[in-house]
């Protein structure tokens, strides 16, 4: 949502276009080229029609300790709910290809990745329900920290080592709290969106009327100072457990028809002070 007219923002918008440019043109090679930025090599595979898809998508979802088991229930059934409605199915099917590659990703403290639905095409109510059911009938699971940083890497690598090809690539991101682990979480977001991603926040503040520390922090204005970044990236608070599905929701639908939001739901960095993002790194 900001715009730094500075040399190294030049620099890096200039590898963005080239990049988004290639992709258009080549698919295989812009997968050559994000490997040699971040040293992940990518899966190079002959054409096939069926690996094109509108958009490809992670679904980073925080499950650290702070997520009580109620949160977590609360979580899931938001995006089981979300994934299968009429309003992400037509979003889906009125797209280009009509079809997008979804993955759900559960995340907490470096390297505490847990791939519970792995990538799959969504195109029609079979295929997002099948989806659904891993998410659904996955254990619950809880680990000690929360490193953003990390689950940003590893949600790019998972685009760039899987078989699809998109004109977009989108991390969902949800959490309640700051990166706390993993070293600089702007330092990450910044070096992976050389990569042409663009990633969307959910924060999750259910807690911040009875938790002084969560309200304190401004969790939202923390997403959108230190987190989100990319070509029409936005965020969305979330604020009572009542709210939680809709606001997946309208969130799924905007990343997968491309929406961009009108207003920003939360105040813009210019008019506010800007948070402190290394305080808790």
């Given at each position: 949502?900001?715009?730094?007219?500075?040399?190294?923002?030049?620099?890096?918008?200039?590898?963005?276009?080239?990049?988004?440019?290639?992709?258009?043109?080549?698919?295989?090679?812009?997968?050559?080229?994000?490997?040699?930025?971040?040293?992940?090599?990518?899966?190079?595979?002959?054409?096939?029609?069926?690996?094109?898809?509108?958009?490809?998508?992670?679904?980073?979802?925080?499950?650290?300790?702070?997520?009580?088991?109620?949160?977590?229930?609360?979580?899931?059934?938001?995006?089981?709910?979300?994934?299968?409605?009429?309003?992400?199915?037509?979003?889906?099917?009125?797209?280009?290809?009509?079809?997008?590659?979804?993955?759900?990703?559960?995340?907490?403290?470096?390297?505490?990745?847990?791939?519970v639905a792995n990538w799959t095409v969504i195109q029609d109510e079979?295929?997002?329900?099948?989806?659904?059911?891993?998410?659904?009938?996955?254990?619950?699971?809880?680990?000690?920290?929360?490193?953003?940083?990390?689950?940003?890497?590893?949600?790019?690598?998972?685009?760039?080592?899987?078989?699809?090809?998109?004109?977009?690539?989108?991390?969902?991101?949800?959490?309640?709290?700051?990166?706390?682990?993993?070293?600089?979480?702007?330092?990450?977001?910044?070096?992976?969106?050389?990569?042409?991603?663009?990633?969307?926040?959910?924060?999750?503040?259910?807690?911040?009327?009875?938790?002084?520390?969560?309200?304190?922090?401004?969790?939202?204005?923390?997403?959108?100072?230190?987190?989100?970044?990319?070509?029409?990236?936005?965020?969305?608070?979330?604020?009572?457990?009542?709210?939680?599905?809709?606001?997946?929701?309208?969130?799924?639908?905007?990343?997968?028809?491309?929406?961009?939001?009108?207003?920003?739901?939360?105040?813009?960095?210019?008019?506010?002070?800007?948070?402190?993002?290394?305080?808790?790194?």
């Amino acid at each position: 949502m900001r715009l730094d007219f500075c040399g190294s923002s030049v620099r890096v918008a200039g590898a963005t276009l080239l990049a988004g440019l290639v992709s258009l043109l080549f698919p295989s090679s812009a997968r050559a080229l994000d490997a040699l930025r971040t040293g992940v090599s990518p899966i190079i595979a002959a054409y096939d029609a069926s690996r094109e898809v509108d958009v490809e998508l992670v679904l980073a979802v925080d499950i650290s300790q702070s997520m009580d088991t109620d949160e977590q229930e609360v979580q899931r059934a938001g995006y089981v709910s979300a994934i299968t409605s009429p309003d992400v199915l037509e979003a889906v099917r009125f797209g280009p290809i009509g079809r997008i590659a979804v993955t759900y990703l559960e995340w907490g403290g470096v390297d505490e990745h847990f791939i519970v639905a792995n990538w799959t095409v969504i195109q029609d109510e079979a295929s997002a329900a099948s989806f659904a059911a891993q998410i659904a009938e996955s254990p619950l699971r809880q680990v000690q920290r929360t490193s953003i940083a990390s689950a940003l890497t590893k949600a790019v690598e998972m685009m760039q080592t899987n078989s699809y090809n998109s004109m977009r690539q989108v991390i969902d991101i949800s959490g309640d709290g700051p990166n706390n682990q993993g070293g600089s979480v702007t330092k990450a977001r910044d070096k992976l969106l050389t990569t042409g991603v663009t990633i969307n926040g959910l924060p999750l503040m259910m807690k911040s009327s009875s938790n002084a520390w969560q309200a304190m922090l401004n969790l939202d204005q923390y997403y959108e100072d230190c987190v989100i970044g990319g070509p029409g990236s936005f965020t969305i608070p979330v604020r009572s457990k009542e709210g939680f599905a809709d606001a997946i929701k309208m969130k799924l639908v905007m990343e997968i028809a491309g929406l961009q939001m009108q207003r920003p739901l939360v105040q813009q960095a210019a008019d506010r002070k800007p948070v402190q993002c290394s305080i808790f790194d």
